[in-house]
């Protein structure tokens, strides 16, 4: 068969589109329904957070911070405040990294169930992703007791806390513990298992390892290749090295290793590992200290003073890098974003699927986009 | 109601038909294809033949008019095209025109038409089933390997080479 | 009753004394009208039920501010988009674009012509219903693609033709399921299918068991075909796993993005009649139409009995396994086995044909639609074509053979 | 063979997946949702305040100010990140008594100004944190209840526009009030300046007294550039 002239159709996707996560847009070059070539357009929701930080003291970053991965606000602020406190030497109490790891880890599940149910959005089932948002309310309510926000929560201070946890939180919190196995296993019921799930996600869009390696990727997608990488077990902060724990990786059970279906198997152990290192966290949890007790009164980190400190957020590694000139306001904070590289690879591993496809892909990279463009 | 529906199905097919003929924009001209279809078809119905129109439209309307649109709709340089001439070679077609016409005049004119009662009503499926499994058994199996020919070929041309 | 309905109609005109033609169109527009209340109807009602539906399987509540749990929701849903602005793209072909849902209405609404709604109402008894409604149902592709490609959006004219591939080739699997239902009645009449349906209540001709004769029940093959009609017929009507052509997540709306306030109405209107189409088309071929279910008023009494035990067995079974009382089963099915046992009437009426049967086969199969819908995810394109291609073509094929084989054995047709 | 399998494998995790909405679907109601205005989820209890700070909940959903206690020291204004907190003080009048806040601490400042751009804030709570008499807070109301700025003089629609509604103005003191001590404080100021004018005013005479009798252009110039300078000086004391 002779080959047939066919024309190439450019088709923007977003930034107003269901599926784009935000306000993405993608510039996808298709042959009828197979993608040739897809081009990320960022910035829409460029907020100039880096230049901002340069105008504000310390302390006055952390809002915004928050802001930058707003699904994961717990988890940015802890890794400013791990970033600023390396700087200054600060020691902080027990009861604070504690409670510090306990709150980043339920954040880490509660955008994984976002992550989780989104996913399940692009394939096309509903009744997840409502599922997935119901748990997260449980843990918003754990958020909203401890931090009085349910959203951006700016609980995690440079040196501390900004509350205790209140009476009757840990209890809450063991109760939300017991019932989680129970719903994981109902989205493997409805999502994991469901062959039309299998079918839409297992060996498309493989990753491997050499590209992720290449475009900088890391977090679950990086695991779901196969790459036991996790900054929380290879460069332990705050108390990590006290928990038992495993690194999930993806292991290619339906398809191949690397596959959209691994990525998200991936973050459903990885909430599954997060709920022990929880459960062991409030097992340990010291009665007593005061959380504000080694929040510094001024913060004046010494001139020429610079920092990059790695920290995995539920999309991977997040790097501050912040430079002091020894006055009380950073003269650089730079954030290495990990979903702003993940999404880099996004081109290289759509060419050749379907336009459903990219989306599957697209969800399965779980972007945020106020975290690529900042 | 005979009457008047059949005048109203006689215009949709000829007003269609017209327009399938002399439209400018060649969109269009396939979609009135859709109500000449439909049209024909009322009229097999008023020809007692309520099978054949019902296989006119599974046909027509849901296999040639659709696989017509694609070919149409998914060129991308004819969807663009406006017949800016509507005709040419006019002396040549109106030849044959005339020529095709008289051929057809000929008969109809020379017939004695008589007008009869209406038929009535009656199914035709039963016969069309009988006979197409004793009379025409052997037409019936060389169409439906033609088909099946036709449907592998199809299968073989729409086969990706990976 | 409709063309007297006519007569008086024209009796109040100016000039009553019209002759028979008239009356006769007359008629024919009165039923027109009558099924577009039907659908206009049906439509508004199944939103609703769509909705609670889908809130209850998701743990929410579903509308409830207008009217008493909502129910004027859709009511109100429906006036809006009446008053909504009507916008048709600068760049789009406004004829075209104009054209394309009423295409689509008109081949739902005229479809339903050939619905057997109970054993005397049928609106056009033809002989050859089954095929026509498959025939009419074929046209609303040219409607999708025809506002599809007006709208000039891209995602318009994906959808549109993800769409007609969808509908053409589900068409096949569907006419070879539907084609052994035909062999097996040996009549494309609608009522008469349903008519072969009643009888002797013997699963798989052999075994007495207490159910009815429906085709679903009827053997095996036609058991598998039930199934594969559904699954086929959910790829036709664009219902999820099958909805690619609106696939809100990846084609934002699909063929009516552009579309918005009465037009969009009446796309929903067109696919809500399809769905309910092809409900009444299921339940008409494979699950006895406008039959009972119960043969004989002892039979009747007697199954609604052997229920009660399923029920009550259903209900102590979640009762000790999840310590929950489903109240619901066991108080339906209760109270019609007593009524059923102390008013003959009752009893009576329930194995009785007509419109109550039917409408309940028909809102089961409509709920198992929605069930589908709000659990599944959605297939891709090639899978879709795969589905069809692969697995309904060869097992209809199969089924078709078997359903042959099947009555050559049990002696109902003779070589 | 394979093929089968994959037929059974769908037709058998499809059903699971539908076993389970089916069972959410006649589970007796047990809803996540609620009708939000008729009714609402309880806002978590979280009482960490003591003594008469007892009802302080660290739900953040609107700043107040208990502005009896507030003593003017502007700490939250400079917290703030987003600058959405403005506030003006004056000083109070010699041996008037600004009262006490619950802490006890003796007020010194007249605050004629605290007002807050809900607008504005982002609901950070860094401005809660430096305040010395914890009188800045946030409430848990998050329907903005009681917002007593709601201007009766423009429709719904142009209120939706509107921010001011959103700006809340915490200070007591009445507009009067804030004019007379301005003005009694301008007219102190100027009473000193006038003073220090005087007294400069008699030196520069004496000044140029002694001038003309060294009879020396030059000097004169100095000295005047120097007599500016003071005066500057003191105006700019006076004010603050």
């Not at chain 1, 332990?236 to 059970?253: I, L, T």
């Not at chain 1, 920290?311 to 020894?326: A, K």
């Amino acid at each position: 068969m002779g080959r047939l002239h066919t024309e190439e159709m450019i088709l923007n996707m977003g930034p107003q589109h269901p599926s784009t996560h935000g306000v993405l847009r993608l510039k996808l070059i298709t042959d009828g329904e197979i993608v040739s070539h897809v081009e990320p357009v960022i910035g829409y929701l460029h907020r100039s957070f880096e230049k901002h930080a340069e105008n504000l003291e310390y302390q006055m970053v952390s809002p915004f911070v928050d802001r930058a991965d707003y699904i994961a606000a717990m988890n940015n602020g802890h890794a400013y405040a791990i970033a600023v406190e390396k700087m200054l030497g600060i020691e902080l109490p027990p009861r604070v990294e504690y409670i510090r790891v306990i709150m980043a880890e339920f954040q880490r599940i509660a955008s994984h169930l976002i992550a989780v149910g989104t996913f399940g959005l692009d394939v096309g089932g509903i009744t997840p992703f409502i599922y997935c948002m119901r748990e997260r309310e449980l843990i918003l309510d754990l958020f909203e007791m401890a931090s009085g926000a349910r959203l951006l929560y700016n609980y995690i201070w440079i040196g501390g806390l900004a509350h205790d946890l209140p009476a009757g939180w840990v209890e809450k919190a063991y109760e939300f513990l017991d019932e989680f196995d129970f719903h994981v296993e109902e989205y493997n019921r409805i999502l994991t298992t469901n062959k039309i799930f299998i079918e839409r996600t297992a060996d498309v869009g493989v990753l491997p390892v050499e590209v992720a390696i290449n475009y900088g990727v890391t977090g679950p997608n990086l695991r779901g290749s196969g790459i036991p990488f996790d900054v929380r077990k290879n460069q332990p902060y705050s108390f990590y090295d006290r928990f038992e724990w495993k690194v999930p990786v993806g292991e290619g059970a339906m398809g191949s290793v690397g596959d959209s279906w691994d990525r998200y198997m991936v973050r459903i152990e990885e909430m599954l590992e997060s709920a022990k290192i929880i459960r062991q966290a409030l097992d340990q949890l010291p009665a007593e200290g005061d959380v504000k007790a080694a929040i510094p009164k001024k913060i004046r980190p010494p001139k020429g003073a610079e920092i990059y400190s790695r920290y995995e957020n539920p999309r991977g590694e997040l790097g501050f890098y912040i430079r002091s000139d020894g006055t009380n306001i950073p003269t650089r904070v730079k954030m290495r974003s990990p979903a702003f590289s993940n999404i880099s690879a996004l081109n290289e591993i759509s060419q050749g699927w379907m336009m459903s496809d990219v989306i599957t892909i697209l969800g399965s990279l779980d972007i945020v986009l106020g975290e690529i463009d900042r | 109601m005979a009457d008047l529906i059949f005048w109203l199905f006689w215009g949709l097919t000829v007003a269609s038909a017209s327009i399938v003929a002399f439209s400018k924009n060649l969109i269009y001209a396939v979609f009135s294809l859709l109500g000449t279809f439909i049209g024909v078809a009322a009229m097999y119905i008023f020809l007692n033949a309520d099978f054949v129109a019902v296989t006119q439209i599974v046909i027509y309307v849901g296999g040639i008019l659709v696989l017509l649109i694609f070919g149409i709709m998914l060129t991308n340089r004819i969807t663009q095209t406006v017949i800016s001439e509507s005709s040419f070679q006019k002396m040549f077609g109106l030849t044959v025109v005339f020529a095709v016409l008289i051929m057809v005049l000929i008969p109809v004119l020379g017939h004695t038409w008589t007008n009869g009662e209406p038929m009535a009503f009656q199914e035709t499926i039963h016969q069309i089933g009988t006979l197409l499994f004793t009379d025409y058994i052997l037409l019936f199996e060389v169409a439906s390997i033609l088909l099946l020919g036709a449907l592998i070929g199809a299968a073989t041309l729409a086969r990706k080479e990976r | 009753m409709i063309e007297s309905m006519a007569n008086w109609f024209l009796s109040l005109t100016w000039f009553p004394q019209m002759e028979l033609a008239s009356v006769k169109l007359l008629s024919v527009l009165l039923v027109g009208a009558g099924l577009f209340a039907f659908i206009a109807v049906n439509a508004i009602v199944l939103v609703y039920v769509e909705r609670k539906v889908s809130a209850f399987m998701q743990v929410r509540l579903g509308p409830m501010r207008v009217g008493p749990y909502g129910t004027l929701q859709t009511v109100a849903d429906a006036l809006k988009l009446l008053l909504k602005e009507d916008i048709i793209p600068t760049l789009a072909d406004s004829i075209l674009f104009r054209v394309g849902p009423f295409i689509i209405l008109i081949s739902a609404i005229v479809a339903f012509a050939a619905i057997p709604f109970s054993p005397t109402v049928t609106a056009a008894d033809m002989s050859i219903g089954l095929y026509y409604i498959v025939s009419i149902s074929s046209i609303v592709v040219v409607g999708i693609v025809m506002s599809g490609w007006a709208s000039n959006n891209k995602w318009s004219l994906y959808g549109a033709m993800r769409s007609a591939a969808q509908i053409v080739s589900y068409e096949i699997p569907v006419g070879l399921t539907l084609l052994a239902v035909v062999a097996m009645a040996g009549s494309l009449n609608m009522n008469e299918i349903i008519i072969a349906q009643g009888g002797s209540s013997n699963l798989f001709h052999w075994i007495p068991l207490p159910l009815p004769n429906w085709y679903m029940f009827n053997n095996p093959f036609l058991f598998i075909a039930f199934f594969m009609y559904i699954i086929g017929a959910t790829a036709e009507i664009n219902r999820t796993p099958f909805d690619l052509p609106e696939s809100e997540s990846e084609l934002v709306a699909g063929f009516m993005t552009e579309y918005s306030g009465i037009r969009w109405a009446l796309f929903f209107l067109s696919e809500y009649a399809n769905f309910t189409l092809v409900a009444f088309l299921t339940a008409v071929v494979f699950m006895g139409g406008w039959q009972s279910p119960f043969e004989t008023i002892f039979a009747a009494k007697t199954s609604l009995l052997v229920l009660l035990a399923l029920a009550l067995a259903w209900t102590g079974y979640v009762k000790t396994k999840a310590n929950r009382l489903s109240i619901y089963p066991l108080a339906i099915i209760g109270l019609s086995t007593i009524a059923a046992w102390l008013f003959p009437g009752f009893a009576i009426w329930i194995t009785e044909p007509g419109l109550f049967w039917i409408a309940m086969k028909v809102l089961s199969l409509i709920f198992l639609l929605m069930w589908f819908r709000w659990t599944f995810p959605r297939l891709r394109v090639d899978q879709l074509m795969y589905v069809s291609w692969k697995v309904l073509m060869p097992i209809a094929l199969f089924n078709l053979i078997g359903v042959a084989t099947w009555m050559w054995l049990t002696g109902e047709i003779q070589f | 063979m394979n093929y089968f399998k994959n037929i059974y494998i769908a037709i058998s995790t499809l059903m699971t997946g539908m076993k389970l909405t089916l069972g959410y679907f006649v589970r007796p109601r047990e809803y996540v949702t609620l009708q939000y205005p008729d009714e609402v989820w309880p806002i978590p209890e979280r009482n960490i305040g003591t003594g008469e700070l007892a009802s302080y909940n660290v739900i953040r959903s609107k700043l107040h100010v208990d502005i009896d206690d507030c003593i003017g020291c502007k700490k939250c204004e400079r917290a703030c990140p987003v600058g959405c907190i403005s506030i003006d003080v004056l000083k109070g009048d010699k041996g008037e008594d600004l009262g006490v806040t619950k802490n006890g601490t003796s007020i010194k400042l007249v605050v004629t100004k605290h007002q807050i751009d809900m607008s504005e804030c982002m609901f950070c709570d860094l401005c809660t944190h430096p305040c010395p008499e914890d009188c800045i807070y946030m409430e848990a109301d998050y329907r903005f209840e009681r917002n007593d700025n709601k201007r009766k003089d423009v429709t719904v629609k142009e209120r939706w526009r509107d921010r001011s509604t959103l700006i809340y103005d915490f200070a007591k003191i009445a507009q009067e009030d804030v004019d007379a001590r301005t003005a009694k404080i301008e007219e102190e100021n100027r009473l000193k300046a006038e003073e220090k004018e005087k007294a400069m005013a008699e030196k520069l005479a004496a000044a140029a007294a002694k001038q003309t009798a060294k009879a020396d252009a030059e000097q004169t110039q100095n000295v005047k550039a120097d007599v500016e300078t003071t005066l500057f000086k003191t105006t700019e004391g006076g004010e603050s």
